[in-house]
Structure formats: C-alpha cells, structure tokens
C-alpha cells in the first residue's frame, strides 16, 4: 500500500457509505471507482462494496473497512462496533483493514477498546489495522491539539498506520505520530488548488500520502484530480505542476497510469 520507491501512497477513499449511505457521486460505487482505480495504490472500502462492486480483474490493494453501526442520521457517529471478522478480511485477500476511533465521545473507550482488539487479531494473521481519528459531525475538532492527541494513542495501541486530518500546525500531529500517517481529504473544498495545496502542505509536515474520496470522486474531472494528486505525492510535483497536470487531464476520461504502480 505504501510504495517502496518512494515511501508514499495514494489511498482512493471509497467508504463513506457504510454511514452515509449513496453519498453524492458514489451512488454507484462501481461506476466511479473504475477509471480511478489504475491510479491507486490503494482503495478504501467495505466487505459489501468489495464484493459486488470491484471487479476481482484490478490488483489494486483493497484497505477494507471494518467498523461501523451508526448512520448519519444520529448526532453521534461515535457508537461503532468491529463489523466484518479478520476470517472475512482474510479470505477476501485484502492488504489491510480500518476502523474509526472517536477520541472525546461518548464511545471513546469503546472505540479505543475496538482498535486494541482489531490489532490482537489482526497479528493472529499478520494484517496490517489503519485507525482514523474520526471527528463524526464535529468537523471543528480538527486542530493540531486534538489530532496529536487521537493520533497518539491510535500508535500507542497498536495501529500500524494512522489516517487523520490535515490541519495548521500539522507537523506537531506527525511529530508525536511513530507510525506512517496519512490524510483525509474532508468535504470537497471550494477549488482544486485548495486541494493540492493540502496535499502538498501534509506532505511537506510529515504525512506519508493521502487517503483521499471526496476532493476526487466529487469532483467533475476525477480522474484529472487524482492524476495530479499522484504527482504531488510520487514526483514531488509543486501546486503549480498539479494545476498544470490537472488542466492538461481535464478530458481524460482513464488511462494508463503515469506512474507504475507496480
Ligand atoms: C469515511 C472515511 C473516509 O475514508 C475519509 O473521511 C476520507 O474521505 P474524504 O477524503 O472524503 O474525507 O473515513 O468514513
């Protein structure tokens, strides 16, 4: 999932709707995750969307999610349980599997207790668990206070990598984060230069890639996006080179990848 040659990755993000049910623009997962996936290295998804909506032709390395147990339609999202067994996981061939933990809600412990006992089993097999510092509908939460902090015990307990928010001052959350990080993307921001600049700003403070859906799939050109994305975190490409690429992608409906993902 994280490429040797260049110590990074690009996680397509395709797992919101185990709590959002047919989010806007993946109402048909298959349809949308097609042309992206030669350009990931990695997608985000759940046991149901793996199996009937990803075609077993891609070797794209599938991140599979394994919590859940709320919908949308509560306040709190916090009161998630594991929901797909490490058997599953295994049998369905993937290279590692993800839960939310909600540090400072009513189900922290819960949740922290979750990600402790997801880690033990996952050892029993050697899978790889991601945690992601889920904030639920309190999108405010996301300081670099509060970050370091749910990053922290997610290494702390076990996780091997840790999927978490870009914010200011974001080199304090990578700085007291031992294990890989990478960042989501959030809801779609208003310009695609607003993306890559928080792509190139993560990286630039400790992030290892991204795990991205929204700021991509939501977008009128994805496969554009994650083009210029995967510049940005393989080639070292600067914001204006993303532009650049985004702009000369704009038609592009899917293609070859420009970087092997082999
Ligand atoms: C959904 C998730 C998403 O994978 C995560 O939020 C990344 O997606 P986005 O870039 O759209 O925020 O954890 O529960």
Same mark, same amino acid.
């Given at each position: ?94 290279? *590692? ?6 540090v ?29 510092t *889920? ?12 970050l *370091?902090l749910a990053c922290?015990l ?69 496969? *554009? ?38």
């Amino acid at each position: 999932m994280i490429k040797p040659s260049t110590g990074r990755s690009v996680m397509l993000a395709a797992d919101h709707g185990y709590f959002m049910g047919p989010t806007h623009k993946l109402e048909n997962p298959r349809k949308m995750l097609e042309p992206l996936l030669p350009y990931a290295d990695t997608v985000a998804v759940t046991r149901g969307i793996l199996r009937s909506s990803i075609d077993p032709k891609w070797d794209t390395p599938i991140l599979l999610r394994v919590s859940g147990g709320a919908s949308v339609l509560k306040e709190d999202l916090s009161d998630e349980e594991i929901t797909t067994s490490m058997e599953d996981a295994v049998r369905l061939n993937v290279s *590692a599997v993800a839960l939310s933990i909600f540090v400072g809600t009513p189900h922290e412990k819960q949740s922290l207790i979750n990600l402790g006992e997801l880690v033990n089993q996952g050892e029993d097999f050697g899978m790889p668990v991601m945690a992601i510092t *889920a904030v639920g509908k309190e999108l405010e939460k996301r300081d670099a206070k509060y970050l *370091a902090l749910a990053c922290r015990l997610a290494a702390e307990l076990g996780a091997h990598v840790v999927k978490t928010y870009y914010c200011e001052n974001f080199r304090k959350v990578a700085d007291g984060t031992p294990v890989p990080l990478v960042v989501a993307g959030g809801p779609k921001l208003n310009t695609e230069t607003d993306v890559f600049n928080l792509v190139y700003n993560a990286l630039q403070e400790g992030a290892v890639g991204v795990d991205m859906g929204r700021n991509i799939w939501q977008n009128e050109k994805p496969v *554009a996006m994650i083009k210029a994305i995967r510049a940005i975190v393989h080639e070292k490409a600067t914001v204006k080179e993303a532009q650049n690429i985004f702009a000369e992608n704009k038609s592009t409906v899917g293609e070859k990848p420009s970087v092997d993902r082999a």
